[in-house]
């Protein structure tokens, strides 16, 4: 029964349920040694949630092409947006692409940790599923410099990430889109 006013405080118990899946939530501070206020919620389901993402062609990335991760497994992946995922190694490093602005940083719903990087031509180059972000909004950032992590997947358990590009807010094939 919690509508848009409701405040969810640390150290709070949620159960939610559903006929389909039942979840204990714990709210819970993040390192109280550095006095970060940033909060995070754990979880434990007694059943996995859907995969509800539409998956297309997986091919094998073309050597020719750059991508955030090294030699990766490229699955096209559509739903409330059009990307693809890259298969990555445990906490392999995610590098940019494209140079540009990080325009934000932080958790993004249902897509985990995720950093926007926009060029100078205006395209927004999104990657998802960070398990680490190692830039902040405002940095410049070039071809080849690590943002972050690849972060595992809650659903299929793999490690991997989703890569996004815009243009004029958009989808396009991010195999197509410019690199440097």
Same mark, same amino acid.
């Given at each position: 029964?919690?509508?848009?006013?409701?405040v969810i405080k640390v150290g709070q118990k949620l159960k939610v349920?559903?006929?389909?899946?039942?979840?204990?939530?714990?709210?819970?501070?993040?390192?109280?040694?550095?006095?970060?206020?940033?909060?995070?919620?754990?979880?434990?389901?007694?059943?996995? =949630?859907?995969?509800?993402?539409?998956?297309?062609?997986?091919?094998? =990335?073309?050597?020719?092409?750059?991508?955030?991760?090294? #030699?990766? #497994? &490229?699955?096209?992946?559509?739903?409330?947006?059009?990307? &693809?995922?890259?298969?990555?190694?445990?906490?392999?490093?995610?590098?940019?692409?494209? =140079?540009?602005? &990080?325009?934000?940083?932080?958790?993004?719903?249902?897509?985990?940790?995720?950093?926007?990087?926009?060029?100078?031509?205006?395209?927004?180059?999104?990657?998802?599923?960070?398990?680490?972000?190692?830039?902040? #909004?405002?940095?410049?950032?070039?071809?080849?410099?690590?943002?972050?992590?690849?972060?595992?997947?809650?659903?299929?358990? #793999?490690?991997?990430?989703?890569?996004?590009?815009?243009q004029n807010g958009q989808p396009i094939d991010p195999a197509k =889109?410019?690199?440097?």
């Amino acid at each position: 029964n919690l509508d848009s006013s409701s405040v969810i405080k640390v150290g709070q118990k949620l159960k939610v349920r559903d006929d389909s899946v039942s979840a204990n939530v714990n709210v819970a501070k993040k390192d109280d040694s550095t006095n970060n206020s940033e909060k995070s919620v754990t979880s434990e389901y007694l059943s996995p =949630a859907p995969d509800t993402r539409t998956y297309g062609t997986t091919i094998q =990335a073309d050597s020719s092409t750059i991508w955030p991760v090294k #030699k990766p #497994k &490229v699955t096209y992946v559509k739903g409330k947006v059009s990307g &693809v995922q890259l298969s990555a190694k445990k906490n392999e490093a995610v590098s940019c692409v494209m =140079a540009g602005t &990080v325009m934000y940083v932080g958790v993004y719903r249902g897509f985990g940790q995720v950093l926007f990087v926009q060029s100078k031509t205006g395209l927004i180059y999104a990657y998802t599923g960070l398990s680490s972000i190692d830039v902040k #909004k405002g940095d410049y950032v070039v071809s080849g410099d690590k943002l972050g992590t690849a972060g595992v997947d809650s659903i299929s358990n #793999k490690s991997q990430i989703t890569f996004m590009v815009f243009q004029n807010g958009q989808p396009i094939d991010p195999a197509k =889109a410019p690199r440097n």
